[in-house]
Nanobody
Framework: QVQLVESGGGLVQPGGSLRLSCAAS????????MGWYRQAPGKERELVAN???????NYADSVKGRFTISGNNAKNTVYLQMNSLKPEDTAVYYC??????????????????WGQGTLVTVSS
């Protein structure tokens, strides 16, 4: 069973920094893509940033220049360095992976997996 384990959320003051980490387990294949989404109260889940293997990184306009995504494909890990945090960054952040995996007797080239979510609160 493929699982994503996240860590690094918490409470931070405006202008501060946090680093989120996510590690995938349960698959011996390198992920096609890994990234971070977030969902604020009353809002839809949105892409924050992702890394697509062989294709680079993508960022939401609202976090460009403040957040940096990085990862280790060999270890199926992804990190999100968040600087200059704003109150509007407050949300539950979810790790997401598109990863090849064997599910039962079937090889799924693009299994989508979500982490359990970690809360980031930006407040003074």
């Amino acid at each position: 069973q493929v699982q994503l384990v996240e860590s690094g959320g918490g409470l931070v003051q405006p202008g501060g920094s946090l680093r989120l980490s996510c590690a995938a387990s349960g698959s011996s294949f390198s992920a096609n893509a890994m990234g971070w989404y977030r969902q604020a109260p009353g809002k839809e889940r949105e892409l924050v940033a992702n890394i697509i293997s062989g294709d680079g990184t993508n960022y939401a306009d609202s976090v460009k220049g403040r957040f940096t995504i990085s990862g280790n494909n060999a270890k199926n890990t992804v990190y999100l360095q968040m600087n200059s945090l704003k109150p509007e960054d407050t949300a539950v952040y979810y790790c997401n992976a598109d990863i090849p995996a064997v599910v039962g007797d079937i090889f799924d080239r693009h299994l989508e997996v979500w982490g359990q979510g970690t809360l980031v609160t930006v407040s003074s």
